[in-house]
């Protein structure tokens, strides 16, 4: 019974993420000041006659947050990959808050990395069991390359035994 626990003992876990360079603290602070400089412009059309366009001044920084709501809304995406010596879990996560569970052997999962000469990974999907399961998609190259390491030599220590 023992040896069952070590063998479901995960070897590999990680979570993945999409970056966000803008923080919650950067993103009102923007928005404060997209706000002041769009009421002092429309207030200066204002004074010289040009009223109408103060409504356009309020529309753009409207849109503009709209934009970044939708862009943190996308951001709620993950994933999480764990591999253990009889298990490769991946489960994903939409922004909505939908759950994905893709489950193979590590035995039989083949890991497939697509590679662009100055770019470098454009994708990573793990085959297996006639199934093909992207990962990683929202990451960056460098967090991609990391991953993509760290992850094969995992799956290469389950599949050893």
């Known amino acids: 019974m023992a ?13 993945l993420t999409p970056h966000r360079s803008l923080g919650r ?5 923007l928005m404060g000041l997209l706000a002041m400089i769009s009421l002092f412009v429309g ?5 010289i006659g040009a009223w109408p366009i103060i ?3 309020g529309l753009d920084v ?15 995406a993950r ?23 893709h489950l193979f052997n590590p035995f039989w ?20 069991q006639g199934r093909r399961v992207p990962i990683g998609a929202f990451l960056n190259p460098d967090d991609r390359e990391s991953f993509a390491t760290a992850f094969g030599r995992a799956l290469a220590t389950a599949k050893a035994g």
């Open 3 to 15: 040896e069952t626990k070590d063998a479901d003992e995960p070897i590999f876990s990680a979570l």
């Open 25 to 29: 603290t950067g993103f009102s602070v």
């Open 43 to 47: 207030l200066l059309f204002w004074s």
């Open 55 to 57: 409504g356009f001044f």
């Open 62 to 76: 409207l849109l503009l947050y709209l934009a970044f709501r939708i862009n943190y809304r996308a951001a709620r």
């Open 79 to 101: 994933e999480e990959v764990t591999i253990s010596r009889t298990r490769l879990d991946i489960r994903k996560f939409a922004p909505s808050g939908r759950a994905e569970n």
């Open 109 to 128: 999962a083949k890991f497939a990395v697509s590679r662009h000469d100055e770019i470098g990974i454009t994708s990573m999907t793990v085959e297996g």
